[in-house]
Antibody, heavy 121, light 110 residues
Framework: EVQLVESGGGLVQPGGSLRLSCAAS????????MNWVRQAPGKGLECVSY????????YYADSVKGRFTISRDNAKNSLYLQMNSLRDEDAAVYYC??????????????WGQGTLVTVSS | QSVLTQPPSVSGAPGQRVTISCTGS?????????VHWYQQVPGTAPKLLIY???NRPSGVPDRFSGSKSGTSASLAITGLQAEDEADYYC??????????FGGGTKVTVL
């Protein structure tokens, strides 16, 4: 059974840092692109970053570029998101999601339960 | 503002059919990229509902169906049930390598 379990969320002041983790199990982690998708309170979904299985391809949304760093440790079946210079608008539930593409367009076939990041002074 | 446009809400009585539209542009859906749909019950993570425009993952009831034409796609729910009350999101891809979402549609069962 595929499982994705996020951790590391919490309350942080504006300008602060936080590191999110996602522990994966039930599949061959190293062969999948992994994503961080966030959802601000009462808002829609935004894919903020993704990383290929070999870490050779990395994407950041403009909203987080230069502040967030995605990484993975395939030996530990883990995905990370280092978030620096946090802003009020970064407050959201952050989901770890697995990427799958059957033809052309990738989608998210499994999601974690999410971890809440609150940015407030 | 979301890249893909969805109506904020739709509603229907139990047993009825409702549809949710998802409108994109020539840089995403119109460029030939497929559309996927997710269901999110409040307080829970999104769940894949439809992939590649019209395919249902194992376990998704056949009451849910999807289609795509031109720069738009739609999700239909037939035989609406109380448990279908949730938020629904469409998702595609664009030429900037972004995985883009619609703003979400709240389905209310009257």
């Amino acid at each position: 059974e595929v499982q994705l379990v996020e951790s590391g969320g919490g309350l942080v002041q504006p300008g602060g840092s936080l590191r999110l983790s996602c522990a994966a199990s039930g599949f061959t982690f190293s062969t999948y692109t992994m994503n961080w998708v966030r959802q601000a309170p009462g808002k829609g979904l935004e894919c903020v970053s993704y990383i290929s299985g070999s870490s050779s391809t990395i994407y950041y949304a403009d909203s987080v570029k230069g502040r967030f760093t995605i990484s993975r440790d395939n030996a530990k079946n883990s995905l990370y998101l280092q978030m620096n210079s946090l802003r009020d608008e970064d407050a959201a539930v952050y989901y770890c999601a697995r990427h799958r593409a059957t033809v052309v367009t990738p989608f998210f076939d499994y999601w974690g339960q999410g971890t809440l990041v609150t940015v407030s002074s | 503002q979301s890249v893909l446009t969805q109506p904020p809400s739709v509603s229907g009585a139990p047993g009825q059919r409702v549809t949710i539209s998802c409108t994109g542009s020539s840089s995403n859906i119109g460029a030939g990229y497929d559309v996927h749909w997710y269901q999110q019950v409040p307080g829970t993570a999104p769940k894949l509902l439809i992939y590649d425009n019209s395919n249902r993952p194992s376990g998704v009831p056949d009451r849910f169906s999807g289609s795509k034409s031109g720069t738009s796609a739609s999700l239909a729910i037939t035989g609406l049930q109380a448990e279908d009350e949730a938020d629904y999101y469409c998702q595609s891809y664009d030429s900037s390598l972004r995985k883009v979402f619609g703003g979400g549609t709240k389905v209310t069962v009257l």
